[in-house]
């Protein structure tokens, strides 16, 4: 009785809270009313990667802070592991708003698509409920199946794998089959070619070796791969297609350059991988193609700069909707930034040999993952919104874009601040840990127990909490902007 | 009158420049990945056999390579018994498991990958902190089985949580971590002092 009066509370609240949005999904084509259900997902992981953090960023302050109830090893994982589920609801949501209209027709296997989202959903939340509660199992294959494998990045769990590769399959037929029966185009040629990468390298990180430098090695296929390659075009075709839509550049002008970022990406990306070969017992020829290719990755990236301000400026800025092109060029930069200067400054094996392992790593991190897939995720959120809301008008201009504009001004600075705190930590580590002291464990603790460590971490933490506070206001802003509007957006037409 | 795209700028150049580029990088990888895997097959000379367990290892500097690399020694056997390379494998497999099941890449890093709130294991077996060569063995299992108790915080509150490892388990990871010391590792971690340079 008490969990039936539950039920029907939680209900109510549900009901209430719908109403309150006032979101109509009349609007919403059957393609992009899925979409919608994974960006749904995809904030509220985005939320829990945030919430997650903050309880690891406190641990680093205050170790005994959940001791043994909820470890810094689970939480952490689950930061990092909501990051990477969201990024993917986020690029699934992308691709399934983006491909009716590019395809000039409805999904084929749209039902498959819709118990591919459930599927996926509750496997999720299975496995976010056994990192939680279960947490740690024996030392045998038992626990590698049904509890997590200990990898960083890919700890799920093998079953949930296989179950993402299916879901993966599914989503890679829906999007083929409607380029196929519909209309073709170079923006569908990359985006196949793309995910059959994009899901074929994750089987290269679903093996057990007890040799880790095998081990290591393939996970780095994954890990890589995945976000310094094949993330980086998916990106490339959504940024593509979003500027058509948003300032109405010309097809042939963004096949183009996305062709141009196409080969830029992988011929540098692909090779760059070596720069994960350094120091995992892999021989030493690594050094020099890893520190190559590596150093060439910012290329590509300075080249997205250049194709999204130069748009931007020469359509004078005038677009339909103000905070996604804010988000989108956000995304340009931060890609730019966190990506490329980020991950050039410890690229190179001769400073890397000192920074690897150390809080360098987490500082481009941030600001890569933030830069580079959480802005271009956001911006899609913002036109996703706008279509939900029947195509109202969305600008800098209104009595509430002040939530738009500090959402978007905290989460930067919040991510930013973040960035140059770990920066600073990971600078100390570098020099105390590994130059003065040869890594040893003593050395590794007297860099951590370091004043300047030590005020680091606070930084990073009271920066972590500006972020949090401009997530708030971003969702906040996401269920309201728009709700009592009644202009139409102006109406931008490719030249 | 239409001025005709130079080729640098036309759509079908820059496509084949794509297809070709990626279709390129992508082989060569195919290639050193064969190559790299080969070099680093159990009982290479980049991966030792998991019965490098048997001996004793060292980290050792060389002046003319400006870093260290791995040394393997005389015979020093761990907990009082010679493992074959079966049994050695078998031993280093529930290490490897035991250390994935514990989610130790989520504080630890090991080959300096993971996480930072712990540090790295790398060269773990090697690490001066074990007092004495004699000592090392049975106070790294007695640390993991009840790390609360014996703790070792280096002044920073942080203390490993206990993760109910079993001593069979225990004695898993201890021979993981040694077989691991003796990889490879192009000269990472750069100017370790080991515990057999302490004895000297």
Redesign the interface.
Same mark, same amino acid.
């Given at each position: 009785m008490k969990i039936k009066k539950l039920w029907h509370a939680a209900n109510d609240k549900l009901d209430f809270f719908v109403t309150w949005t006032a979101l109509d999904r009349m609007n919403l084509s059957e393609g992009r009313k899925l979409a919608v259900n994974y960006f749904i997902v995809a904030v509220i992981l985005f939320f829990a990667q945030l919430l997650f953090g903050m309880i690891?960023a406190t #641990?680093?302050i205050f170790?005994?802070f959940l001791?043994?109830w909820l470890? %810094?090893? =689970?939480n952490?994982?689950v930061h990092i592991n909501a990051m990477i589920v969201w990024m993917l609801y986020g690029f699934i949501g992308c691709i399934y708003w983006l491909l009716e209209d590019e395809s000039q027709r409805e999904i084929v296997g749209l039902q498959f698509g819709k118990i591919a989202f459930w599927v996926l959903t509750v496997a999720v939340t299975i496995v976010v409920l056994v990192y939680l509660f279960i947490?740690?199992? /024996?030392? &045998?294959?038992t626990?590698?199946w049904f @509890? &997590? +494998?200990?990898? +960083?990045y890919i +700890?799920a769990p093998r079953w949930a794998d296989i179950g993402i590769v299916a879901v993966v399959l599914t989503f890679f037929y829906n999007v083929v089959a409607t380029f196929s029966k519909g209309k073709w185009s $170079?923006i569908a040629g990359?985006l196949t070619l793309d995910l059959v990468a994009l899901a074929g390298l994750y089987l290269a990180g679903m093996f057990?070796m007890? &040799?880790?430098?095998?081990e290591?090695?393939w996970w780095w296929w994954v890990i890589h791969l995945w976000v310094e390659a094949t993330w980086e075009v998916l990106v490339g075709v959504i940024m593509a297609w979003s500027l058509m839509k948003l300032l109405g550049v010309r097809r042939?002008i963004v096949?183009?350059w996305l062709?141009?970022e =196409? /080969?830029l990406m %992988? $011929?540098s990306g @692909?090779?760059g991988?070596?720069h994960?070969? %350094? !120091?995992? $017992?892999?021989?030493?020829? !690594?050094?020099t @193609?890893g520190g190559f290719f590596s150093a060439l990755e910012p290329i590509p990236l300075v080249a997205m700069v250049v194709h999204a301000v130069y748009d931007s400026g020469s359509h004078a800025f005038k677009n339909g909707n103000h905070p996604a092109l804010a988000w989108v060029i956000a995304h340009a930069f931060g890609n730019f930034f966190g990506a490329g200067v980020w991950g050039f400054m410890h690229t190179l094996p001769q400073i890397n040999?000192?920074t690897?392992?150390? #809080?360098w790593? /987490?500082s481009h991190g941030h600001l890569a993952f933030f830069g580079a897939y959480a802005t271009i995720n956001i911006a899609f959120f913002y036109l996703a919104i706008q279509h939900w809301r029947g195509d109202v008008w969305m600008s800098g201009g209104t009595e509430q874009a002040w939530r738009w504009k500090w959402a978007l001004g905290l989460l930067n600075v919040g991510v930013v601040g973040m960035t140059i705190a770990l920066l600073i930590a990971g600078y100390e580590?570098s020099f105390i840990e590994? /130059?003065v002291e040869?890594?040893? !464990?003593?050395g590794? %603790?007297?860099a #951590? &127990?370091h004043p300047s460590f030590q005020s680091a971490m606070i930084w990073r933490w009271f920066f972590g909490a500006i972020t949090v506070v401009g997530l708030i206001l971003l969702i906040w802003d996401l269920l309201t902007i728009g709700k009592h509007e009644t202009r139409k957006a102006i109406v931008i037409v490719s030249d | 009158m239409i001025e005709k795209n130079p080729l640098w700028a036309s759509e079908s150049f820059w496509k084949k420049v794509a297809i070709w580029v990626t279709a390129a990088s992508f082989l060569l990888l195919i290639l050193l990945t064969f190559d790299s895997l080969s070099q680093t097959q159990v009982g290479g000379k980049r991966v030792q056999p998991y019965s490098v367990i048997n001996k004793k290892i060292d980290y050792v500097y060389q002046p003319e390579l400006y870093k260290s690399i791995p040394v393997i020694g005389e015979t020093e056997l761990l907990f009082g018994q010679e493992f074959s390379e079966k049994e050695a494998e078998t031993l280093v497999t529930l290490g490897k498991k035991t250390i994935q099941a514990k989610n130790c890449m989520n504080c630890h890093t090991l080959l300096g990958n993971g996480a930072y709130f712990a540090p790295d294991l790398t060269k773990a077996w090697l690490d001066k902190e074990w007092l004495s060569t004699e000592l090392r063995e049975n106070l790294m299992v007695q640390f993991l089985l009840d790390p609360e108790k014996n703790a070792r915080t280096f002044s920073s509150d942080r203390k490993m949580p206990n993760l109910h490892i079993t001593p069979q388990e225990a004695k898993g990871v201890v021979a993981f971590l040694k077989w691991m010391s003796s990889i490879d590792t192009n000269g990472f971690p750069y100017h370790f002092k080991t515990i057999n340079k302490v004895e000297e």
């Open positions: 690891a #641990q680093f170790p005994h001791y043994s470890d %810094f090893s =689970v952490r994982m947490q740690i199992g /024996a030392g &045998n294959d626990t590698l @509890i &997590n +494998e200990g990898r +960083e +700890e $170079g990359v057990y007890t &040799n880790i430098t095998h290591q090695f042939k096949t183009t062709y141009i =196409v /080969a %992988f $011929g @692909i090779l991988l070596g994960h070969y %350094f !120091w995992i $017992g892999t021989p030493e020829y !690594w050094l @193609i040999l000192y690897h392992g150390t #809080q790593s /987490a580590q590994r /130059a040869g890594s040893t !464990w003593s590794y %603790f007297a #951590q &127990n | -």
